[in-house]
């Protein structure tokens, strides 16, 4: 299993970025998908994840109407749209899937910064 992550950049607070995640080594298109971040001193925390034929999505509270997640199960890719970022969405983004263990991609990092 891989996953790649790239997207992360610097960016000003209420611009846009969008990080896509390549997947291989597995069956994509019958996993659930994932996005988690990790700021530092903090937990590593949920963002979004998205079921496997991409009809149900979960967000966390705090980036509820700002992100949204998806997936193209042809290609083996899930993306995160992120939108009116704020300073506090800085942090390290990761892919992840769980295939009988944890699997996770090397992250990119996102930084939100004036």
């Known amino acids: 299993v891989q996953l790649v992550e790239s997207g992360g950049a610097l960016v000003q607070p209420g611009g846009s970025l969008r990080l896509s995640c390549a997947a291989s080594?597995?069956?994509?298109?019958?996993?659930?998908m994932s996005w988690y971040r990790q700021a530092p001193g903090k937990e590593r925390e949920l963002v979004a994840e998205?079921?496997?034929?991409?009809?149900?999505?979960n967000y966390a509270d705090s980036v509820t109407g700002r992100f949204t997640i998806s997936r193209d199960n042809a290609n083996n890719m899930v993306y995160l749209q992120m939108n009116n970022l704020k300073s506090e969405d800085t942090a390290v983004y990761y892919c992840?899937?769980?295939?009988?263990?944890?699997?996770w991609g090397q992250g990119t990092q996102v930084t939100v910064s004036s």
């Open positions: 080594g597995f069956t994509f298109s019958t996993y659930t």
């Open positions: 998205i079921s496997s034929n991409g009809g149900s999505t």
């Open positions: 992840y899937v769980r295939r009988w263990i944890d699997y």
